[in-house]
């Protein structure tokens, strides 16, 4: 049984007084109490199990406590739980919740219901019903022991299906069929399919907060269509909410935590479209904005240019992959070899184009390993990404003409006889990849190359600087690059016909775990579109999937990532996201994290009047790396 929580709060106080200052509001700042932005269109419910876009999190996030948050550093902590143990395979989680913590009314006022281990159960009885609507389920549909089986058979019987239970009769059974249970009034347990040793991701989804029941009797379908209609355990309550005006967002003063909302209030005030946040943000009404490429260009050259920064990278990795199973038996048998697979990963140049989104700092978007950095950390709080071997992919971009050409030249001479044949390789086979292209293989180099992508205009531009970089750095004698777009459909076009060589694709990133995209590149993986067969990885995956400890577990993931990269597998180039923003929110006073709600809290936040500056967000960005490499004991 492993035991989490408490010791975490204590290493925290420490810590706490170990990094003091990194927030320290300077003498000759002024700032703000109460945080101000805007929103558009009308606010009709805030339901928070059936929450429309994730926009709306920074309402619920802030009104509703779950039972873990983050720091500023994205390390879970406790929050309604004060810690919590799991069984030795991670299949069964215990939670032990705060005792006196009250549900608050409208006016901040306490109410009759005290927030107890039922209410976790009585939510996920809420969410597992289809009639409640709720979105996202099936994020977690696999996750808790018997959801999907209570969920389905419910959803069966709505549609008409005899599934030899009644409606009633399904209801009943929850306690039984599904695996979350409150062992007594604040002990909370939840078993889950299988091990899951993140499950605390999961924790910080809208779907696992706490539900009155006794409420919800009361107020039936009204349940969140305005502020008398909602409960509210968090660092705020709304005390005010026009749909069409306004939504205020006041702070608790029975919170658990009230002396970390720094806030008093959360203004929120509708706008009409079109209304410029950047207009607004320079009269001091907002204290944060997003530019649009008009607006940055307006920017540009004036004063206001010192306070935007780039932000929003997201989890989303690009990478090329290769047709290891294609209709041209030229790229067929060359990419089965590890020199040639060599020399296209470091024949392309991210950074060239990662600046056709981003011109002015395309390295910002450049990513070199498969899973993404920064949202990942071990129990020591070490990033993911920097275990060993990984580390040195992210840190050093593996773009090398010289070292491409060399890889090349070593392809060809094993691929090939002394006149230039490919070895196996029939020539005057006509390859149909129709409608993308069509073209006779014969059998000797320039090893034909088709490359596929959509047919507009940036992909277009895309595709053009691949061929000249491959076609440069792996020489023209050696590859012919061949480009073919898909007008109509690319799922139709070419996933459906096998009509490609090397794409470039996207892949998002589930949960936070390293499993969540390495499980699905495996040789039967759903993302494995390339159709490698890949035993080592398979078992290097196999071994870190049975291995629960946070860090034993990342460094077998890393080995097994190292290996797809060392084996130039696949090749990731870039992320997804980026936005230009200008703020006066002061950097890293907030929870950090990229799953579920935990960074739309405003826990902690530091609201200054003048704008965060250029040199202000690198030297704390700076300072924030520092820390982390201090807690991670580098």
Excluded at 105 to 129: C, I, M, P, Y
Excluded at 356 to 366: H, R, S, T
């Amino acid at each position: 049984m492993r035991r989490f929580g408490a010791l975490l709060m204590a290493s925290l106080l420490i810590l706490s007084v170990v990094f003091a200052g990194c927030t320290r509001k300077e003498p000759d700042v002024s700032f703000w109490d109460v945080y101000k932005s805007t929103f558009s269109g009308g606010l009709d419910t805030l339901n928070p199990f059936t929450l429309s876009a994730t926009s709306l999190y920074t309402y619920i996030a802030n009104v509703i406590e779950g039972l873990v948050e983050t720091d500023s550093y994205a390390r879970f902590t406790p929050a309604l739980a004060t810690d919590w143990e799991t069984n030795d395979d991670t299949s069964v989680w215990t939670f032990h919740l705060r005792e006196g913590e009250y549900w608050v009314d409208h006016k901040g006022q306490k109410t009759e219901w005290e927030v107890t281990a039922q209410n976790f159960v009585d939510s996920l009885r809420f969410v597992a019903d289809p009639a409640n609507g709720a979105k996202n389920f099936g994020t977690i549909r696999d996750v808790v022991k018997g959801l999907a089986d209570y969920y389905y058979d419910l959803a069966d019987i709505d549609d008409g299906i005899d599934i030899g239970k009644t409606r009633e009769e399904v209801l009943a059974s929850f306690d039984e069929t599904v695996g979350v249970k409150a062992l007594d009034r604040y002990t909370l347990e939840y078993t889950l399919s299988g091990p899951t040793p993140y499950f605390l991701y999961y924790v910080c989804l809208e779907l696992f907060l706490p539900l009155e029941q006794g409420f919800i009797d009361q107020v039936g379908e009204d349940f969140g269509t305005s502020k008398e209609n909602l409960l509210y355990c968090g660092g705020y309550y709304i005390s005010e909410w026009d749909r069409d005006k306004l939504v205020v967002l006041t702070k608790n003063d029975h919170y658990w935590d009230k002396e970390h909302i720094t806030l008093k209030s959360l203004n929120f005030e509708a706008v009409a479209d079109g209304v410029s946040g950047v207009e607004l943000f320079k009269r001091g009404q907002i204290a944060s904005t997003k530019l649009s490429s008009e607006e940055l260009s307006t920017i540009n050259a004036t004063e206001w240019e010192d306070y935007v920064y780039l932000a929003d990278k997201t989890l989303t990795t690009y990478w090329f992959s290769y047709n290891f199973k294609s209709k041209n038996p030229e790229f067929q048998k060359a990419i089965q070899n590890l020199n040639f697979r060599k020399a296209l990963f470091a024949g392309i140049d991210a950074v060239t184009l990662s600046a056709i989104w981003e011109p002015e700092n395309p390295e910002f978007f450049c990513r070199y390993t498969l899973l993404p950095e920064g949202c990942m950390f071990d129990e020591n709080g070490v990033d993911y990404t920097d275990y060993p071997g990984l580390v040195d992919y992210k840190n050093n971009p593996p773009y090398d003409p010289q070292l491409a050409r060399s890889y090349m030249e070593k392809a060809v001479e094993e691929l090939c006889d002394a006149d230039g044949n490919i070895i196996g390789v029939t020539p005057g086979k006509k390859v149909d990849m129709l409608p993308i292209a069509e073209f006779t293989s014969d059998g000797k180099l320039p090893i034909d190359i088709l490359y596929t992508c959509g047919d507009g205009e940036t992909e277009m531009k895309h595709a053009l600087l691949v061929k000249e970089m491959l076609t440069e750095n792996l020489g023209s004698e050696n590859v012919n690059v061949i480009l073919g777009f898909s007008n109509i459909s690319f799922s139709d076009e070419v996933w459906a016909l096998d009509n490609w060589d090397l794409v470039h694709d996207s892949y998002g990133f589930r949960y936070g775990d390293p499993s969540a995209n390495l499980n699905r590149i495996t040789t039967d993986g759903s993302l494995n579109d390339s159709e490698f067969v890949v035993p080592e990885f398979d078992a290097l995956v196999e071994k870190a999937n049975k291995t629960y400890t946070i860090n034993e577990r990342y460094a077998a993931f890393a080995e097994a990532e190292l290996w797809m990269l060392d084996n130039a597998m696949i090749k990731p180039y870039m992320t997804g996201g980026g936005s230009y923003r200008m703020t006066r929110v002061v950097p890293y006073t907030t929870p950090e994290g990229y799953f579920g709600m935990v960074s739309y809290k405003f826990k902690g936040a530091v609201v200054q009047d003048a704008p965060v500056t250029k040199a202000q967000h690198r030297e704390l960005r700076e300072k924030h790396e520092r820390e982390l490499a201090e807690l991670a004991g580098k």
